[in-house]
């Protein structure tokens, strides 16, 4: 059974900083994706980030040049540094991991107040 494990979230002023991390656990051994998304309010689920096991990444249009994404391979996990951070920013944030099936985090609330 694999599980995901998130956590950094929490509550913080606009233009602070937050950093996330979400590892797995389990019988999982290679990712190839990994990745970042969140849900706020009445809003769709939307990406945030991902990154390849070879360090590609791709980023959401809203957090570009702001939120910066990595992950140790040995260890299994995805980190999210979020910078610069907007009211907008509010959500719940979920990390995914793409192996032979695809995994979710249980979601971990952050909170941006203006």
């Known amino acids: 059974q694999v599980r995901l494990v998130e956590s950094g979230g929490g509550l913080v002023q606009a233009g602070g900083s937050l950093g996330l991390s979400c590892t797995a656990s389990g019988n999982i051994f290679n990712i190839p994706s990994m990745g970042w998304y969140r849900e706020a309010p009445g809003k769709q689920r939307e990406l945030v980030a991902t990154?390849?096991?070879?360090?590609?990444?791709t980023y959401g249009d809203s957090v570009k040049g702001r939120f910066s994404i990595s992950r140790d391979n040995a260890k299994l996990t995805v980190y999210l540094q979020m910078n610069s951070l907007k009211p907008e920013d509010t959500a719940v944030y979920y990390c995914k991991m793409i192996s032979v099936r695809t995994y979710w985090g249980q979601g971990t609330q952050v909170t941006v107040s203006s």
């Open positions: 990154i390849t096991s070879g360090g590609a990444t």
